[in-house]
T-cell receptor, first 114, second 114 residues
C-alpha cells in the first residue's frame, strides 16, 4: 500500500531556532515529492518540489532534501519565525500510465513560540 | 487573478439535507481537484478533472457524493443526503498541468453536518 508517514506529529520550538521535519514514503513508482505549508484556516501552499534526481532544494529559510534510495525526505527550517507556525504536509506523487495520483502525509504541526 | 475561489466558506446543515459546494478555478488551468481534510485522515483526493472531464473518482467515498464540471470556470461537489461523518473541510485546487505541476488551493469550505 502506498503510504506517506511524517514525523514528528507536532513540534514546539522557540523563535530563532532551527528544526527538521521528516517524511518517509513507500509510494512507487515515484514521480515527485512536494512539501506544502498550511496556515490555520487556509489552503496548503507549495514550498518546494523534489524530483527523483534532486537531492536538495532551498526556498529561503526552507531546505528540502530527498534520498530516493531510502525513500526519505526532510524539510529543514532555519532561524524560525512566528509566521512559520503552521502544518507542513508532505505529498508524494506517482505516475502510473499518466494518471496523477498524490498520496498525502498527515502533516507535522509546528508551533513557534516567541 | 484572484486564485481559486470556493463558496461558501462555512456551511452548517442538518443530517439528510443536500449540500452543494462550489469552486471557480484559476483561469487557464486545465486540472481541477476536490479534496477533503479531516483531523483523523488528513487530506484526501476525492476526484479530479482534466478539461472538464472526470479522470479519477476513486477517492469519492460513496454514491452520496457527486461532482460535476459543466465548464472550465465552475465545478460543484454535491453530497446527498449528508451525514455527520461528512463534516470536514473541503478544498478545491486547480493546476495548469499534472504530475510535477503545482496545484493552487482555494480557502476551503468548512462543512458541519449536525
Amino acid at each position: 500500500k502506498n503510504q506517506v508517514e511524517q514525523s514528528p506529529q507536532s513540534l514546539i520550538i522557540l523563535e530563532g531556532k532551527n528544526c527538521t521535519l521528516q517524511c518517509n514514503y513507500t509510494v512507487s513508482p515515484f514521480s515527485n515529492l512536494r512539501w506544502y505549508k498550511q496556515d490555520t484556516g487556509r489552503g496548503p501552499v507549495s514550498l518546494t518540489i523534489m524530483t527523483f534526481s534532486e537531492n536538495t532544494k532551498s526556498n529561503g529559510r526552507y531546505t528540502a532534501t530527498l534520498d530516493a534510495d531510502t525513500k526519505q525526505s526532510s524539510l529543514h527550517i532555519t532561524a524560525s519565525q512566528l509566521s512559520d507556525s503552521a502544518s507542513y504536509i508532505c505529498v508524494v506523487s506517482k505516475f502510473p500510465g499518466g494518471s496523477y495520483i498524490p498520496t498525502f502525509g498527515r502533516g507535522t504541526s509546528l508551533i513557534v513560540h516567541p | 487573478d484572484a486564485g481559486v475561489i470556493q463558496s461558501p466558506r462555512h456551511e452548517v446543515t442538518e443530517m439528510g439535507q443536500e449540500v452543494t459546494l462550489r469552486c471557480k478555478p484559476i483561469s487557464g488551468h486545465d486540472y481541477l481537484f476536490w479534496y477533503r481534510q479531516t483531523m483523523m485522515r488528513g487530506l484526501e483526493l476525492l476526484i479530479y478533472f482534466n478539461n472538464n472531464v472526470p479522470i479519477d473518482d476513486s477517492g469519492m467515498p460513496e454514491d452520496r457524493f457527486s461532482a460535476k464540471m459543466p465548464n472550465a470556470s465552475f465545478s460543484t461537489l454535491k453530497i446527498q443526503p449528508s451525514e455527520p461523518r461528512d463534516s470536514a473541510v473541503y478544498f478545491c485546487a486547480s493546476s495548469p498541468g499534472q504530475g510535477a505541476t503545482e496545484a493552487f488551493f482555494g480557502q476551503g469550505t468548512r462543512l458541519t453536518v449536525v
